[in-house]
């Protein structure tokens, strides 16, 4: 594809070697970076994008499937983008698929979180009929990443968020041992309680979470 081919290029060009050590320290060592900071990946994303815009409007799905199994973290970026940017408004059922397989590949907070919330989210959205299927799917699941995604991807609904399924969710994996779920609960809770503090409040202190997710919850509350 002409577009990957393009950005992989200006990527290359642009490298930081500098930059790459300590991002690829920071996640842990599991992913292979350019070294380039957000503001400049997505000044040269656009621009590439601009480009090529017939090809990844035709192609989003393909585009952005290939970029998530490249090595350097910095395209894995841009393939979630490329979903968040193109199928808002134009998702189809089967688009879950896609999504579930991003979410268990190349697996990390960074992706997940941005997954979750900008991609899981808005497919539900615009499916809500699906919510109660992929919900039971994904937090039965024996993948922690598809677990958190459910108690994530109502972040941003704030007034829209269905609080009996985050409740409900955050105290099904309330005794969760995965810093990464009780972290999650905190974060979904908090963000919740912004809306309706009160009733966040609430669930917290009658509900036996961790002391981590207790923490997040009530940050700020």
Request: include cysteine; hydrophobic fraction near 35%.
């Amino acid at each position: 594809m002409g577009f990957i081919t393009d950005l992989e290029t200006a990527y290359h060009k642009n490298r930081k070697p500098e930059n790459a050590i300590p991002m690829a320290n920071y996640m842990k060592n599991l992913f292979s970076f350019y070294g380039i900071k957000a503001v400049e990946r997505r000044t040269i994303f656009k621009e590439i994008v601009k480009a090529n815009k017939e090809e990844v409007t035709k192609h989003p799905r393909e585009i952005a499937w290939e970029l998530f199994n490249k090595e350097q973290r910095e395209l894995q970026y841009c393939g979630i983008e490329i979903l968040i940017q193109c199928l808002k408004k134009n998702y189809v059922k089967e688009d879950i698929k896609l999504i579930e397989k991003m979410l268990v590949t190349n697996s990390w907070w960074d992706s997940v979180d941005t997954i979750s919330k900008f991609i899981l989210g808005e497919y539900l959205r615009e499916f809500p009929e699906e919510i109660e299927k992929v919900i039971e799917r994904f937090s039965n699941s024996k993948n922690m990443w598809l677990n958190r995604s459910v108690l994530l991807f109502q972040l941003g609904y704030k007034d829209k968020t269905n609080a009996e399924i985050l409740f409900s969710e955050c105290k099904k994996h309330s005794h969760s041992k995965e810093f990464f779920i009780q972290k999650a609960i905190g974060w979904a809770l908090r963000e919740y309680g912004k809306t309706n503090p009160e009733l966040v409040k609430t669930f917290v202190n009658y509900t036996d979470l961790k002391p981590l997710s207790k923490k997040e919850a009530l940050k700020n509350l």
